[in-house]
């Protein structure tokens, strides 16, 4: 149960910090259509879940619990993207091309797919 607790507090708390990040840039960008909240904040996650699983595995100083807080529940409250991220380089890394460019190519493919049947049965329903 303590690790279910770390995970809803995580993802707390990197929800509040989307909702900032997004209504700031929002904001900024002054009635530009281009969704920049969204690129921005995957973009960050991305920078940050790299960051963190270089630095806790090259120091070692990043707990099971640790890592369980701060990736899927901070990062994963920000952004899943960074998730996607971080599985795809350890993909590239591992020299598994085939399964990095399959899970990118599925991942954009099914996600955007998804979204536009999501969007069909909304409307009909």
């Known amino acids: 149960m303590g690790r ?23 904001r900024m960008k002054a009635g530009w259509s281009f ?13 940050v879940i790299g960051f963190l699983a270089s630095w806790g595995e090259s120091r070692g100083v990043l707990t099971e619990s640790a890592r369980v807080f701060l990736f899927i529940g901070v990062l994963g409250g920000f ?9 795809t380089f350890h993909l590239m890394r591992g020299a598994q091309w085939l399964e990095a460019v399959a899970s990118v190519t ?5 996600g955007i797919g998804a979204v536009g049947l999501g969007s069909a ?3 009909r329903a």
């Open 106 to 110: 599925l991942q954009l493919v099914l």
């Open 4 to 26: 279910v607790l770390w995970v809803g507090l995580g993802g707390f708390i990197g929800t509040v910090l989307r909702f900032a990040a997004v209504t700031w840039v929002h």
């Open 121 to 123: 049965l909304g409307q």
């Open 35 to 47: 969704p920049l909240e969204t690129l921005l904040v995957n973009v960050t996650g991305c920078l």
């Open 79 to 87: 952004t899943t993207f960074s998730a996607f991220g971080h599985e």
